[in-house]
């Protein structure tokens, strides 16, 4: 470990257990394995994710609103798979890459989205970002049940890694911090 700082006469100063012992790395405490946000794999077909380790958080069928502004009022069927914090969306439960997928990084709210509801989409919600510079997603399910348990699915997921970053604590937080005297009665 470093030495002291040296001393002054009649002069308190203060040191975090950082500066004293820059070794031990106590900004974040982190369990074995390294809690990020995942990135979506771009080349994976649909039956190799279903079956990856760890499992998926929930798959099947949903309408998908169209993304760009010629395919707004589209909403095709897409094979939607929920997998370690990222949604896939394939054409079918048997394509060999998807159509596109997203981190759910930043998406705090899934929400009902009773603006969409139409006679063809009767059961749509959304998933909305914390930053409005971000797609606000729309989906629909074929049931209210099924919108539901979508829901819930996605929450769940989305909970699951906002408690893995808070689980990365700054020790210092805990640690109080050290007062050297710097005089020679001590």
């Not at 408690?163 to 710097?182: A, G």
């Amino acid at each position: 470990y470093p030495s002291l700082p040296p001393r002054s006469s009649g002069q308190q100063k203060w040191f975090s257990h950082s500066q004293l012992y820059p070794y031990d790395n106590p900004v974040r405490a982190m369990t074995s394995e390294e809690m990020s946000w995942p990135v979506p794999m771009k080349a994976i077909g649909a039956q190799n994710l279903m079956t990856m380790p760890g499992g998926v958080t929930k798959s099947g069928y949903l309408h998908k609103k169209g993304g760009t502004q010629f395919q707004l009022l589209k909403w095709p069927l897409r094979f939607v798979i929920v997998h370690k914090g990222c949604i896939y969306y394939f054409k079918t439960s048997t394509s060999a890459s998807p159509q596109g997928a997203f981190s759910l990084k930043g998406y705090n709210r899934v929400l009902r989205a009773a603006e969409e509801t139409t006679s063809n989409n009767v059961f749509p919600f959304k998933l909305i970002h914390i930053s409005k510079k971000h797609r606000t997603w729309f989906f629909s399910a074929a049931s209210e049940d099924e919108r539901k348990d979508w829901m819930a699915s996605l929450r769940v997921e989305i909970d699951r890694f906002h408690e893995k970053k808070e689980t990365i604590t700054d020790i210092r937080l805990y640690l109080p911090m050290f007062v050297i005297h710097s005089c020679d009665l001590c």
